[in-house]
């Protein structure tokens, strides 16, 4: 909403004390106090999404990009040379006893290493991105060029499979829509360094569908020089607003060099929030107010503990009657406070078990959750 320049009032609601929620609001909003001076960003006189509904953008499938597939993810490796071992920080570790790659549920899609090159075997699952000029000295299996918009156009080499071309709200012309229009290989990356990124990347989404370009987008930004604890603010925001809209087939996020896990787990809950790409669990907790009738933060640790493996299982935790029920009305499982360390359990919005005694009531709701088929064990247990 900040984005689109609606509301004048912030809350910031955490399952922490409440005097960690003002900082993340002074964050959020300290972004809009000059955001009128953005660079100018052409008019949309023709507007295709319909902003009361969900649809989501029709795309070609090039290779697992756009058509029917979840929004794929890249990690950025250009700026040093990557090791085996790093790729545990994206979702990849290697056994050497058992020689396989062994993959979390966080594990990205893409590489890209810009003019690097890997000593090692990659996962059959991962594919890797060379600048143009490097790929087309390798060409490796899993491999595929990125190009700035005038170099595909010249390019004597294309891979026949999948192509990049990363374009800004410059160069991303109606030529050059219309010279691609049929080619079935090409994604487009849409980079931009706008203040207001956002709308500037829509705007190209929008030039694309107006053109009847069917070709796949993927969202980059970057955020060198940006703190760790910003990172967890800003690219879901930027890229947030967008993907709600049904718009995008994978997101970019470029930072400092040893933030890559952060950035790879950040990029995932992203697509996680807008509901795009489920990658674990989920928890729906209110923040602790003086009706809540247990340690809401302890419960939520304890809860998520145990259930945190349980991918696509959304859980709510409220800390009271009043108004736990609404807020997690889309909520697989919920956990209410009824009465001073009673509890209540929910399948969906019906009461399943009543005034149960907190100390059980954990083990209660992981029976329940077995009960109805939603249960799987953890991995290595």
């Known amino acids: 909403m900040l984005e689109d320049g609606i509301g004048d009032t912030v809350r910031v609601s955490l399952t922490e004390e409440p005097e960690f929620e003002i900082p993340v609001a002074r964050e959020l909003v300290a972004r809009y106090e000059n955001r009128g001076s953005h660079e100018p960003i052409e008019e949309i006189r023709e507007y ?32 040093a040379a990557l090791k085996a071992e790093d790729l545990k920080s994206v979702g990849y570790e290697y056994s050497t006893e058992l020689d396989k790659w062994n993959m979390s549920d966080l594990a990205c899609d893409f590489l890209y290493l810009g003019m690097n090159d890997l000593d090692f075997e990659i996962p059959g699952t991962l594919g890797i991105v060379n600048d143009y000029k490097h790929w087309k000295t390798v060409q490796k299996e899993l491999s595929y060029p990125l190009y700035c918009a005038d170099e595909y156009l010249d390019a004597e080499e294309k891979s026949a499979v999948l192509n990049f071309i990363v374009v800004n709200s410059d160069n991303l012309t109606g ?3 219309e010279a691609v229009l049929d080619d079935t290989t090409v994604v487009f990356v849409l980079s931009t360094e706008n203040m207001h990124g956002m709308a500037e990347q829509r705007r190209m989404i929008v030039k694309l569908m107006n053109k009847g370009s069917t070709a796949p987008v993927i969202l980059k930004r ?48 992203t697509l996680q929030a807008t509901r795009t790409r489920i990658s674990k669990t989920e928890y729906i907790s209110c923040p602790s107010c003086g009706r809540t009738l247990f340690d809401l933060q302890q419960t939520t640790a304890k809860i998520r503990a145990r259930t945190d493996h349980l991918k ?20 697989d499982y919920g956990y209410v406070g009824t009465g001073v360390d009673k509890i209540t359990l929910y399948k969906g919005q019906e009461v399943v078990e009543r005034n149960i005694p907190a100390e059980s009531a954990v083990d209660s709701l992981i029976g329940l959750i077995k009960e109805h088929g939603d249960w799987v064990d953890k991995p290595n247990t």
């Open 48 to 79: 295709p999404i319909t902003p009361y509904a969900h649809h989501k953008r029709t795309t070609r499938q090039v290779l697992n990009i756009g058509g029917g597939n979840v929004p794929r993810v890249f990690a950025d490796y250009a700026s």
């Open 175 to 177: 030529q050059l829509i």
């Open 222 to 269: 970057s955020y060198k020089g940006v703190p760790a604890a910003n990172l967890l603010i800003y690219p879901p925001t930027d890229m947030g607003s967008i993907l709600i809209d049904g718009l995008g087939d994978g997101v970019w996020l470029d930072s400092d060099a040893g933030q890559e896990e952060l950035s790879n787990a950040v990029q995932f809950g």
């Open 312 to 331: 696509g299982v959304k859980i709510g935790i409220m800390g009271c009657i009043v108004n736990g029920p609404g807020e997690m009305a889309d909520a």
